[in-house]
């Protein structure tokens, strides 16, 4: 695996409304490889405990509720510069404001169906990577 990953999941909205395929192509064009992936439907405690920083914000219920409503399809993702290069492919997180060929603008609904999450930082890359990935579940 490279020096340089991030992590990246395809939320229920995009995996229901059959985005998936386009997402990882989109991904693979822009130049980043793709170390690790699955298929996963998120339990209610495993989503309370991923976003667990959002915990105590109002939206967290409505949060926990969407990503456990479908499978998602998780993955890690390798290029340099990873987590800031994977953060310009997919745009803001409120698609109106996502610059045109971006993830978000073509694929999301609104600013909670917003197609893909993306790591905002190095740190959060492992944790997050972790929270799915073993070691040996990655190439």
């Known amino acids: 695996m490279s020096d340089s990953y991030t992590f990246t999941m ?3 909205c995009a ?20 170390s690790a992936m699955k298929y996963v439907r998120m339990t209610v405690p495993q989503a309370e405990s991923f976003y667990g920083i959002h915990r105590e914000r109002p939206f967290f219920a409505d949060l926990v509720r969407f990503m456990t409503s479908g499978p998602i399809v998780v993955a890690i993702v390798t290029r340099d510069n990873a987590v800031e290069e994977y953060r310009k492919l997919i745009g803001a997180t409120n698609p109106e404001n996502a610059a045109e060929g971006t993830i978000r603008k073509k694929y999301a609904r609104n600013v909670q169906e917003n ?4 790591s905002d930082s190095d740190e959060n890359a492992t944790v997050e990577s972790s929270f799915f990935f073993s070691q040996c579940e990655r190439f």
């Open 115 to 118: 197609a893909v999450h993306g």
């Open 15 to 34: 995996v229901k409304s059959g985005f998936t395929g386009a997402i990882l192509a989109d991904i693979q064009k822009a130049g980043f490889g793709i």
């Open 10 to 12: 395809i939320k229920p």
